[in-house]
């Protein structure tokens, strides 16, 4: 691969997976029946081939706060595709804003970052982009907002640490 593409030989590389966290979330069966947040889950490139284990446990501990979950059909977050202006994916989210859902980013940072402040900065701060942006959510900071709301459960099984 370093002489035909330039990745060098010592990088180690992120794993693939044939059973992508798409797949496990479509044979998930949720057991929430009264949520109290509903959330869609966007689970990144990069949870989805190479972190399956990361969504499972966002859905886990989610679900065990009494989150409803969904998993539509996903696309990039579009970091890659700023520079050229593919704008739609970001504009399509608003349909699950509009239906109440907060969205969830189980990935790397660069991906909420770049729903949350690079589309705004290249689309303006209008009605419609902002209310996206403040509907969107890295998981762990999904989990301070609940808290803060006092609606994060925090009766652990086990011991942390």
């Known amino acids: 691969m370093e002489k035909i593409i330039g990745i060098h030989r010592k990088r180690i590389l992120p794993k693939f997976t044939i059973n992508t966290f798409g ?23 990069f949870t989805n081939a190479h972190d399956v284990e990361l969504g499972k446990a966002a859905v886990a501990i ?32 608003r349909k699950w804003v509009d239906k109440g859902y907060k969205i969830i980013v189980t990935g790397p940072p660069t991906c909420s970052l ?27 900071e999904y989990l301070v907002y609940l808290h803060k709301q006092q609606q994060l459960k925090t009766d652990f099984k086990n011991e942390i640490g």
Not at 23 to 45: A, L, Q, R, Y
């Open 23 to 45: 797949k496990w979330f479509n044979g998930h069966k949720s057991t929430i029946s009264n949520p109290i947040e509903k959330v869609v889950i966007f689970g990144t490139c």
């Open 62 to 93: 989610l679900e065990h706060n009494d989150v409803e979950c969904i998993y539509p059909p996903q696309q990039c977050c579009g970091a890659p595709y700023l520079s050229p202006g593919d704008f739609d994916g970001f504009k399509r989210l």
């Open 114 to 140: 770049t729903l949350k402040k690079e589309y705004p900065d290249y689309l303006g701060y209008n009605e419609s982009i902002q209310k996206i942006a403040v509907s969107t959510f890295d998981v762990s």
